[in-house]
């Protein structure tokens, strides 16, 4: 009697303890499914335009060995012209230009004249005279001479040494009484060597005279005197 009355009691006790799960439906599928994040949009929102990437040009891998260069950049195209006006103006066209032409010469050229070969003249010789009117000399004299004749060759020798000789006209004791002075005769080359002379004897005189043709050079204060008159 006993052990149905506890098979009952259990049997009861089992279904209210069920009734709840029964009553509350099975468990919804997406409540043991892994959570998936959904996106919706706001009712009143805008989605922003799609933009297309741009494509790139495609880069060949580099071969074995080869250097590597500068990376490729994309082909920029040139921009379209300007639309043409609807008229079309050409140039004018301008005359053509013919290069100048040379002057032309004159009826008559003038007559080229050589000049005048001049018959050389030699210098004149040393002879025992003018010899020994160099030993006379004083030493700067004497390389005056030498300097001289350096310069433009051997000179005629007129006068050099005279013992007593004075200054016509003033009675002075003349250069030449001291073996300090040169007269010589230099042909046709006078102008020339007067010239050299000026310019290159700072230490005595220089002298020429109107009324005769040689040159008289002498040692001491400079002075320079031309065309003088001798007082002969």
Request: aromatic share 4%.
């Amino acid at each position: 009697m006993q052990k149905p009355l506890l098979l009952g009691a259990a049997s009861a006790v089992a279904l209210l303890a069920a009734a709840p799960f029964a009553s509350a439906g099975p468990p919804p599928d997406d409540q043991f499914s892994p959570q998936v994040a959904r996106i919706v949009p706001a009712p009143d929102a805008k989605l922003p335009p799609l933009v297309p990437p741009v494509p790139q040009l495609a880069v060949r891998p580099a071969r074995a060995g080869a250097v590597a260069g500068p990376p490729l950049q994309p082909a920029i195209y040139p921009q379209r012209l300007a639309a043409l006006p609807d008229l079309i103006i050409p140039p004018v066209p301008q005359p053509a230009v013919r290069p100048q032409r040379l002057a032309a010469l004159p009826e008559a050229l003038p007559t080229f004249v050589p000049p005048v070969p001049q018959p050389a003249v030699p210098p004149p010789r040393r002879d025992r005279q003018a010899d020994r009117l160099r030993t006379c000399l004083k030493p700067a004299a004497r390389a005056l001479l030498e300097r001289i004749e350096a310069e433009f060759g051997p000179m005629q020798i007129i006068s050099t040494c005279r013992p007593g000789a004075r200054i016509a006209g003033t009675g002075r004791i003349s250069k030449h009484a001291t073996g300090e002075a040169i007269d010589f005769s230099a042909g046709r080359r006078k102008a020339e060597v007067v010239r050299w002379l000026i310019a290159n004897h700072k230490s005595g005189g220089i002298m020429t005279y109107a009324d005769m043709s040689h040159i008289h050079v002498d040692v001491g204060y400079r002075f320079v005197a031309l065309n003088a008159h001798s007082g002969r």
